[in-house]
Nanobody, 119 residues
């Protein structure tokens, strides 16, 4: 069974950067060519889970609030997906989740990693 584990979260000051990692176990999902999506979501306190960015069959796509600040990438050899976050703002404070949907529709979520942006 596929398992996703996020890491790299923590406390950072506004304007700082963090790089999150999502390591997959059980299958080499981040090395496959065919997939429905691989992406990062976040849940801001008091709000619904929202898309941060990811791949949906083409070039990477991002939510408007993080466009030009965040970047999603993957390393198939390490079976890992990354989220590089730059110029962090207090409103970026959230639990960040890794998500993968296979071509057959099977969906996997990590348990999340906390990112807190505060002075």
């Amino acid at each position: 069974q596929v398992q996703l584990v996020e890491s790299g979260g923590g406390l950072v000051q506004p304007g700082g950067s963090l790089k999150l990692s999502c390591v997959a176990s059980g299958d080499s999902i981040f090395a496959v060519k065919a997939y429905r999506s691989m992406s990062w979501y976040r849940q801001i306190p008091g709000k619904q889970r929202e898309l941060v960015g990811g791949f949906f069959g083409g070039a990477a796509e991002y939510g408007e609030s993080v466009k030009d600040r965040f970047s999603v990438s993957r390393d198939g050899a390490r079976n890992t997906m990354y989220l590089q976050m730059n110029n962090l703002r207090p409103e970026d404070t959230a639990v960040y989740f890794c998500n993968f949907i296979a071509g057959n529709g099977a969906e996997y979520w990590g348990r999340g990693t906390q990112v807190t942006v505060s002075a």
